[in-house]
């Protein structure tokens, strides 16, 4: 693909790396925040490639892994209920609940599908007037958008068989929830690429200051995580912590202020749990009173949820970068992808399943 | 989160009022909701997110990244090992 | 002598998740279909059970090797860009077959029907099934219908089982897999997932790629006419390549390396993977497969395979090392490494 292919470049990718290899003098923690990023890095053995004084920290950038367990339970309640259609992007359906997952309610005869665009929830919506068709959106600042739109189209067409089970969650306040922890080891950050498409670049700035981290916007083909890794180092060495844009391509200070607008008119500010990681105020969306007749949280009174985490599980401390995921005493053995106790065993990118395909084989090359 | 795939747009159509397309990812065609980058033309590339274009692709920005990375470890090759450290806090950087 | 299979007590290291139920995973040729395969079917069975169920059987019957395999096609669409549940019902088998180094002789078809569904549409997939038979050179020979009630059976279910003759020279089998071995992909991956994926609901994208399946008989006897000694034949469907290669690697106890810029995965495969956020190591395939050929004799075997029209596109994708056992590691395109796992249940689009 155009645009894409050339930043995979194999040539370029050891130039990059030879580069950051060659200002590289002391060890160095830098998270990477998007769960997009992290499977990249994994998908292409990014990390082996670095210089070992790098660390590369996976950051909780992963909306399969943050959705609040309570969420997930209210997901699978009104999932199973008869007449409902309930329609997800494919990351989520692994994901445990307190009990079970969306594939197990589809098992026992939950009508649910996976779709690629929320619009594909409201056409069925439309197709299927005696349904109630209810959409997950989940997802960081790059989804919101799309969510939004469909939900501001079902007023406006509308259709009153569709309502959205939000669950939005914001990059700028995880940045700051992590740098404010006591032990944070994180001393810089790859700001997620296409979050800031979005929603620009504006917010990050105030954070670089106050916190004294470099911030640097990457997007995720191998160049551009390189990219992003060599100014991150470039900063870190020189004692210099601002934001950059390595993402030019893609990203604009301003973002994109048509859906800021949308996003301003569909929803508002809200205080949000973070699976693994609790509540950061200010850290979510949920739909404004304008569109509260298309929540599903409010169309379905989900009561009696009963949210209850596995004891053993600690991903919210992976999520963080407070321990590897090896050193949780459940990995590999009580938890892994295909009995994964936490998300971050679930989730393709999460640093959990990351490791345990990687980890398991000390393997440095072929 | 970020699974954004560039793609050129091969058309353009009102549906609904609302503005959708077909965008072309090298063979592979689907449909994309403009409404968030309205003014782009057929031709043009946009970044597109779960059926939606969230961003217009900058061609040349493109290209002048790609540019800058051919240009690394040219200064490496001019200046040798030793060199190069110092070359850097120097501000003499690509 | 089988009592209600005891799910608490299973000695596994890694039991079967925590469902009563059957899961859309279970079918999906990954880690979880193998787990219900080896923890509810085969105790289930008890001793009437052969412990090795592979893909086909092979059984000696007065002297001649005989192969015999089973299995059920409920694709969704029944019909896709290049072909229907029938061209799939019948190659399928015979492939199946014709992996265990056999010729494939007869075939049996037995169709579940949804009620109502159009009978246009169950002759189509009949005359794929007649059509693709005659060019396997397979004959039809026993067959069954039961139609069951609207809304259940997605239109037309098949199962297709065949008889095949092993030829004398051959000795198949994942086990002969060894260190040392040339992995040899017959062509192109990840074409049919794609072509079934692009008209599936939910996800309809616009591609030009057909679906590529094939009777592979007649690829696998100009293999085994060189003389050559193969050692392992598959055909990687569900699960992809991925599935194949770790299943091999497991079987016979082998590390499996590949070399990602050797897989032959074509552009518009690649694209249509990169929208949805799929892996193209892990898509299905049809008319294609893996072959494990011992290193003297690689040449030979690939020379021969791209001279016949199904395996134009040969390549060698890698070998199997000594290293990590069971476990399949893919050079990635920067010189890195990662592990390629089994799939664990189905291929799912992603948004991340």
Redesign the interface.
Known sequence: ?KY?DEF?D?DL??KLIAEIKAITTRRWAIMEVC??QT?SI????????LPEQIEMIHGPG???CVTPLEIIDKALDIAARPGVVF?S???M??VPGSD?DL??I???GGDV????SPL?ALT?AKANPDKQVVFFGI?FET?APANAMTVFQAKRQGVENFSLLVSHVLVPPAVAAIMESPVCRVQAFLAAGHVCSVMGTDEYPPLCERYRVPIVVTGFE?LDILEGIRRTVAQLESGRHELENAYTRAVCAEGNPAAKRMLADVFEVTDRAWRGIGTIPSSGWRLSPAYRDYDAEHRFSVTGIHTEESKVCRSGEVLQGLIKPHECEAFG?QC????PLGATMV???GACAAYY??R??E???? | ???A?PGRILRVEDRDGTLMS?VD??????EVCLQYVPDADVGEYVVV??GFAIQRLDEESAMRTLAEFEHLGVLAEEFGDGFEIAARQAGVTS | MSDAVDVQSWVC???L???P?????HGGGG??SA?LIEHLFLPAFGPAADAAMGDSAVLEVAGVRLAFSTDSYVVKPIVFPGGTIGDLAVNGTVNDLAMAGAQPMVLSTAFILEEGTALDELALVAQAIGTAALAAGVRLVTGDTKVVDAGHGDGVYVNTAGIGIVDARADIRPQRAAVGDVVIASGDIGVHGVAVMSCR???E????VTSDTAALNGLVAAMIDTGVDVHALRDPTRGGVAATLNEIAKTAGVGI?V?ERLLPIP??V???C????LDPLYVANEGKLIAFVPSDGAERVLAAMREHPLGARSVVIGSCVA??PG?V???????????V?LP??EQ?????
Do not use: W
């Not at chain 1, 892994?336 to 009995?339: C, D, G, I, Q």
């Not at chain 3, 590691?329 to 592990?339: D, E, H, K, S």
């Not at chain 3, 799912?348 to 991340?352: G, N, Q, S």
């Open positions: 693909m894409l995979s194999p990718a050891a769960g997009g499977h994994i998908r292409h053995g990014i990390d082996q490639l992963c909306p399969v329609c992007f494919g990351d359906l692994r079970e594939f197990g589809k098992s026992r599908r996976v779709v690629y594909d069925i997802g989804t191998p053995g892994t992808p295909r009995n989730s393709s990118e395909l990687y398991r084989l393997v440095t090359s072929v | 989160m970020c699974l795939v077909v990812f090298g063979g592979v065609q689907k997110h779960v | 290291p890694l039991p998740r925590n469902s139920n059957v899961v859309m995973g880690a979880m787990e609901d939910g996800l994208f616009g591609t030009t390396a070399d552009a518009e690649r694209d249509a990169g929208l949805l956020g290293e990590h476990i590691v893919a050079r990635t395109g920067l010189g890195g490494n990662r592990v796992d664990i249940g799912l689009p992603r948004i991340c």
